[in-house]
């Protein structure tokens, strides 16, 4: 009991020290939270496809989002608030990548060699955060502080913030190197870069050159949770999910991801962990009036979000990433994160209404 204290203890003083940290929908410091920004139907105010639900390390359950995600005091906002601020001061390091840069960035066309792969990393050097999303063009560049793009209003956007301790970040800049993102905005100042060399290498522009072509490693969150990152090169040339992490996890896996795209791959059930694709979800099934709007169900292609969960409670990982299940993607970066918790998994496993078998027909 006394050692739990004094970490809570020497949690809450690097809160009141103004340290970087992800942001709970409270307006509060929070060790990790999972949001899913739902999509918008053309039958439906606009307003609906800013609204989200979320969950985080306090509360395991879905609930509604306080604010819309263009609104100052969400959850997302309230953490990059952080990154405008702070970040021409010289006391953090930040990055911010994205293959779909902000769209006032004209001349920053991405090319395929780079990862399919979005995020923010942000950090002092206590701590700090890595932001892992799938929306396009987005967070704009600090000098135009925070705002939420129009062309990510229309379809669903998955979003994973987990805080980290400063000692992991240097882990997490390894694998960003194999994503090899489009880093569109970034500083590391010298006093970062003898404890995190990689992430100095990032933004400089260095990449891994020699195999292996993918690294698996864990990261523990402030709080002390354990998260597994999988994050592979554009030289893996397969489906970071049929080949790696179902087998790595045990698990058969099923997936969310946009299915709109050109040479989508169909369900895998070729290998012991089988890999199946989400059809349609929905919070409305097993949550009753959530208060998410009308379209509490909806169709995976009006769903741009990135995630993967256990389809069976024997393994209880929800893992949420940048990579969708296609030809194209097999030879880019890009990787998922991933959380053996059984209540966030239950929250997640409940929200899938129907998926594709290797039959070719869906089931419920």
């Given amino acids: 009991m006394l050692l739990l204290c004094l970490f809570l203890l020497s949690v809450l003083s690097n809160v009141t020290n103004g340290a970087v940290s992800c942001y709970s929908d409270n307006g509060e410091p929070v060790d990790w939270f999972f ?43 309230k953490t990059l ?42 950090l002092d050097q206590s701590q700090g955060f890595w932001l892992v999303h799938s929306t396009p063009h987005f967070p704009p560049v600090i000098s135009e502080g925070y705002s939420y793009p129009h062309s990510g ?40 870069e003898t404890d995190l060399p990689t992430l100095f290498k990032l933004v400089s522009g260095g990449t891994i050159d020699t195999p292996p072509w993918n690294r698996q490693t ?33 698990s058969n896996l099923l997936v969310q991801f946009w299915p709109n795209s050109v040479g989508v791959l169909p369900s895998n059930c070729s290998l012991p962990q089988h890999v199946y694709n989400i059809n349609e979800i929905s919070f409305e099934s097993h949550h009753g009036n959530t208060q998410a709007g009308s379209h509490s169900g909806f169709s ?14 024997a393994n209880t990982w929800i893992c949420v990433g940048d990579i969708n ?40």
């Avoid at 995976?300 to 069976?312: A, E, R």
Wanted: with cysteine; charged share 25%; glycine share 10%.
């Fill in 300 to 313: 995976t292609h009006v769903d741009h979000s990135k995630w993967c969960v256990s389809d069976q409670n």
């Fill in 35 to 77: 949001l899913y920004k739902l999509p918008n139907s053309e039958k439906e105010f606009p307003s609906e496809g800013l609204r989200y639900m979320y969950l985080d390390s306090t509360n395991r359950s879905w609930s509604v989002g306080m604010k819309l995600i263009n609104e100052s005091g969400g959850a997302v906002q």
């Fill in 81 to 122: 608030e952080q990154l405008y601020k702070l970040g021409k001061s010289g006391d953090v390091a930040y990055v911010l990548y994205n293959d779909q840069s902000p769209k006032s960035m004209v001349n920053k066309a991405v090319g395929n060699e780079y990862g399919h792969t979005k995020g923010v990393v942000l």
């Fill in 325 to 364: 299940r296609n030809h194209g993607e097999e030879h880019r970066g890009g990787g998922t994160v991933c959380l053996n918790d059984q209540e966030v998994w239950k929250s997640y496993r409940q929200l899938v209404v129907k998926y594709e078998d290797c039959a070719d027909d869906s089931k419920l």
């Fill in 218 to 250: 864990d990261l523990t969150s402030l709080g002390g949770t354990t998260f597994s990152s999988f994050a592979k090169g554009g030289q893996f040339e397969d489906d970071l999910y049929a080949a790696w992490v179902a087998p790595t996890l045990g």
């Fill in 153 to 192: 209003i229309h379809n669903g956007q998955s979003f994973l913030c987990v805080t980290y301790p400063y000692k992991e970040f240097d882990s997490i800049g390894e694998q960003l190197l194999l994503n090899h993102p489009e880093c569109y905005e970034s500083s590391v100042p010298e006093t970062f």
